[in-house]
């Protein structure tokens, strides 16, 4: 009979600049509060999956990070999917620990991306997602890329530069609540509107910022002593790498994965009662939402308005404030979605907190709406 699969235990360091902490320190930290929260010890794990670092591109990070944390697991490798990696490794600890081949996991990330490299650096590294022939040649960023797609969106669902900086509002007001966050300035949908524009229609509120930090979570083939989350559905989608492949904005791949992992769940969209959906920019957030089945086309920030997405709404939405404002330190930085939602299910949120959730619907993709990763958790007892 398959085992099951518990989130047992999450951990986090402050996200920001940190300066002084490489990404081996910050890794270590968020680790430590994992194995804390999960009542283990380093001797307990016996699986280790570690998010790529652009600061410390070693070719065995998940190895190098055991030596320095003093862990001896059995099984161990880095896992590198962009802004998927997370909730990859996620689905991945919980095969392993569905089949036996472990029992306790570490999933962990972390990366000192504001303070140990430079803007120029960063924005080279990242924009190697282009394509080398087609894209990258004519100097295109991330930013740029998203600007396209956004373009086209916006073009095809009647979306506006008003809808989008709805999302940015809502994501910083969330922020403002978390102790750990990057960005806490209340903002407004004028000042989004107003802000430096970056590559249109996206301007410099509607992209996340970067930052230091690290993100680690447990997962278990046995509960903890207190909440019980189970991971009960996980589904993968990889339609295309490149923004010049991508067929249709209308379907990246979100939906394909998430029918997946709702299908394992014995679960549908009116089931979900809490979202935790990656944000890199305000046109990724209501893509997916809109994607996935969570929005009509063209209407997410219609909801947003309505209040359905915030902290005291039907279907509350990254309430940790999401890479928009709580901040994005690479692989980590989409981790923080599933770390939010746990602490959602312990009722661990303080003023943050929401109704206690039954079920939550996290999503993750890389690139250029390239890799999608969703995951279902459910709260059992």
Known sequence: MMKQAFIKGVGNTAFGRLEGRNTLDLMAQAAKE??????LVRADIDGVLCGYATTMPHLMLANLFCERFSLRPQYAHGMAAGG????????????????????????VAGENRLSG???????QTLA??????????????VPAYYGLMASRYMHEAGVTREDLAEFAVLMRNNARRHPDSHLTQEIS?????????????????D???ISDGAMALVVSSEPGSGVRVKM????????????????????????????????????????IDYLGVYDSFTITLLMLLEEVGFAPRGHAAERVRQGEFSQLGALPLNTHGGLLSFGHCGVAGGMAHTVEAYRQ???????????????????ADGGVMSSHVSLLLSREG
């Open 84 to 107: 998927a990696t997370g909730a990859a490794m996620l689905m991945l600890a919980r095969e392993l620990v569905q089949s036996g081949r472990c029992r306790n996991v570490l999933v």
């Open 345 to 363: 299910f312990a009722e661990q949120a303080g003023p943050r907190q929401v109704k206690t959730p039954t079920h939550a619907y996290i999503h």
């Open 189 to 205: 949908v004028a000042d989004v509107l107003a802000s430096k524009p970056i590559a249109e229609p996206l301007h410099l509120l």
């Open 128 to 141: 190697q997602v282009g394509h080398a022939d087609f894209e990258v040649p004519n100097g295109a960023s």
């Open 207 to 209: 992209c996340c910022p």
């Open 232 to 271: 009960v559905g996980a589904g993968q989608a990889h339609f295309h790498q490149h923004l010049t492949a991508l067929r249709d904005v209308m379907d990246t791949g979100a939906a394909a994965a998430a029918k997946i992992a709702f299908k394992e769940a014995g679960l549908t969209i009116k089931d």
């Open 117 to 123: 490299q430079t803007r120029d650096s960063s924005i």
């Open 34 to 39: 994992a194995l804390t929260t999960a009542g």
